[in-house]
């Protein structure tokens, strides 16, 4: 839907999707093997996309999006199975539909105010849901080492990533334009807090935003 009032205007997209998987690959774990192979089973994907924008003029305009989704294996699985006695004792992984590292619901926003033509500023924000992570068992030094003694799903928690960025323009001849930028991402230092650690850490035990709290400054010429 496109509309405009009073010079606004507005722009809103609502879709929805759904794909079915015949075969899919999946990576299937058993002991310290890991071999890639098509499931028996099916899996499907679906969900409804939003998406809009709103323009104000020339000085502020805004766009925000979110996604709702589901992602499904036909019949439970799980992403590890014990080789032997002995390691049923590090299994306590579930079997579940739910696909590992794909949440239900993600977002994200951006806002840019242009109160003159050379100065810019944006905040921008991406919102992740909670998901399912695999947790591997490791090795380590007990009240020392952070690690997990079993094999078991973890729920992550939800995540916002609040970003904002100024930028100034100059001109340096006539064809010639000068831009310096600065600004944070991940202002709230949204960023996970139980990473593994130790030698025999489980080194793939990772999610969520991809770096803490950071300070930025650059410039690009425009020729």
Known sequence: ???????????????GFYTHLENPFVNVRKGNEITVE??????????????GRVDFASWLSLQAGATFQRSLYSSARKWWEPENEEEEELDQVEATREMMRTPNSYAYFVATFTPVKKFS?????????????P????????????????????ESPIFFELNT?????????????LELNAGVQNIFNAYQDDFDTGAGR??????????????????????
């Open 165 to 177: 960025k100024l930028s100034y323009t100059i001109d340096i001849f006539k064809n010639i334009q």
């Open 121 to 133: 500023a944006s905040l921008s924000g991406n919102y992740t849901g909670s998901m399912l992570v």
């Open 1 to 15: 839907m496109y509309h405009e009032v009073n010079g606004v205007k507005l722009n809103l997209l609502i879709e």
């Open 38 to 51: 098509n499931a028996i089973d099916g899996a499907e994907v679906y969900g409804v996309n939003l998406e």
């Open 202 to 223: 489980a080194s793939a035990y990772i999610y969520g935003p991809s770096a803490p709290r950071s300070f930025f400054a650059g410039f690009k010429m425009s020729i």
């Open 135 to 154: 947790h591997e068992a490791g090795e380590g030094v007990e009240g020392v080492d952070k690690f997990s003694k079993v094999n078991i799903t973890e």
